[in-house]
């Protein structure tokens, strides 16, 4: 009589494996080694083309199509630290018909910024209280991804207004307002955060 397979066995470490990627999406080398799992499982799905290696130590299922948002789960596998900003963050709000060829992130200015052969990242710097105010995380493919609130979003396109132009400001300042993403108060206190308030104060007051 044979024995039941043993849960964490060698031959049902690929089939586990295979279950968790596909369940979450993207998975870090190091939550499958957390789960019980060989890094070398990785290897031979990936060599089996049953996995896909989208950046160093991130892996994905191959016959699943990525999300809309794969990218940015990628860029905070890889750079947990990192924020998804500006024109990234409009997109993944629903505040703009764009979809960005680069991320945008946003990231300490003594930080390092985030080596990736994809996606492409467009890098700003913060410094001080800005680099957690009007900070969110969500869940995307399984990855708690940093990402700007709405409002901190609308202040952070008039700071740099220059590198993604005003229309787009405005454009995000209409949205914000138009599908009540958040309240005055949150956009005044991000303009206080951005010191934008002088700029932007026009623009609320023709609201």
């Not at 939550?31 to 994905?60: C, D, F, H, M, N």
């Not at 993944?92 to 764009?98: A, L, W």
């Amino acid at each position: 009589m044979k024995k039941p397979a043993i849960k964490n066995s060698p031959r049902n470490h690929g089939r586990r494996l295979l279950r968790l990627v596909r369940k979450r999406g993207t998975l870090r080398a190091a939550e499958a080694t957390a789960a019980g799992i060989p890094a070398v499982y990785l290897r031979r799905l990936k060599r089996s083309g049953k996995l896909e290696q989208v950046s160093r130590g991130v892996y994905r299922a191959a016959d699943k199509p990525p999300g809309p948002h794969h990218g940015l789960a990628v860029v905070a596998a890889r750079s947990p630290n990192a924020t998804i900003s500006l024109l990234s963050a409009l997109s993944f709000h629903g505040m703009t018909s764009q979809l960005p060829p680069e991320v945008w992130v946003t990231i300490h200015r003594k930080a390092r910024p985030p080596k990736l052969k994809w996606p492409r990242l467009h890098v700003t710097y913060s410094n001080g209280d800005a680099v957690e105010a009007g900070v969110q995380e969500h869940p995307i493919e399984g990855i708690p991804v940093r990402i700007t609130s709405p409002a901190r979003t609308v202040a952070d396109c008039f700071k740099y207004r220059s590198t993604v132009g005003l229309d787009v400001a405005l454009e995000a300042l209409r949205e914000y307002r138009k599908k009540k993403l958040g309240s005055m108060e949150d956009l005044e206190r991000s303009s206080r955060s951005c010191r934008v308030s002088r700029v932007m104060r026009p623009y609320l007051e023709a609201l």
